[in-house]
């Protein structure tokens, strides 16, 4: 079964700092690799998609990489604003069946 | 990006009564949607999937009599919580991917706070 870790688990950074979230996954069988931010008592928001075939997507500040090999993908944010403050989710999907991680708590102190 | 709503977002009931979810796509079809819950701080745990037409596909552990799951459209599936008791207190997401896509991107409604008294 396939498993997913993200790493750290919470972060803590000063305004302005760029920064890297990482996700880690069992089983390279994957169909697409999708990251998710959630704010508190919401539902969650698709940042970026990478299918299988690509090794990265970018949309403004967000960059996602995938190395399918090693069973990694990283969430990269520039410049980071106190409105990036949420928890990021990153999950694959291997045909119909989706696998989370458990997230990581991102606060971007102004 | 295409659009997936939920509603009610928060209900609050008494122990004993039963609760329905929407979850409907907006702009776009879906054969299949997801269930979720989330416990606070947690991430999300798959109750089932739905699809449409026929039974939902339970996850291990989850009591489909209580948990009954309806997709009878390509747009609408409902999640019922039947003699809700405060232990299913919790967020629940529904989720779906567009039929026309092949890129298999996943939609998530906003959610629903369910508060059993």
């Known amino acids: 079964k396939q498993e997913v870790t993200q790493i750290p688990a919470a972060l803590s950074v000063p305004e302005g700092e760029n920064l890297v979230l990482n996700c880690s996954f069992t089983?390279?069988?994957?169909?697409?690799l999708q990251w998710f931010r959630q704010d508190p008592g919401k539902g969650l928001t698709s940042l970026l998609l990478i299918q299988s075939s690509q090794r990265e997507q970018t949309s403004g500040r967000l960059n996602a990489s995938l190395d399918k090999s090693s069973g990694r993908s990283t969430l990269y944010i520039a410049a980071s604003q106190p409105g990036d403050s949420a928890t990021y989710l990153c999950a694959v999907s291997g045909g119909n069946q989706f696998y989370f991680g458990t997230g990581t708590s991102l606060t971007v102190i102004p | 990006g295409a659009v997936v709503s939920q509603h009610p977002s928060r209900v609050i009931c008494k122990s004993g009564t039963s609760v329905k979810i929407e979850c409907r796509s907006l702009?776009?079809?879906?054969?299949?949607m997801f269930w979720y819950r989330q416990f606070p701080k947690q991430s999300l745990m798959l109750m089932a999937t739905s699809n449409e037409g026929s039974k939902a596909t339970y996850e291990q552990g989850v009591e489909k009599d209580k948990f009954l799951i309806n997709h009878a459209s390509l747009t609408l599936s409902t999640l019922t919580v039947t003699s809700a008791h405060p232990e299913d207190s919790s967020f629940y997401i529904c989720?779906?991917?567009?039929?026309?896509?092949?890129?298999?991107?996943?939609?998530f409604g906003e959610g629903s706070r369910l508060t059993v008294l």
């Open positions: 702009d776009f079809q879906a054969t299949t």
């Open positions: 089983d390279s069988a994957i169909y697409n």
């Open positions: 989720s779906a991917s567009n039929v026309d896509s092949n890129t298999g991107e996943l939609f």
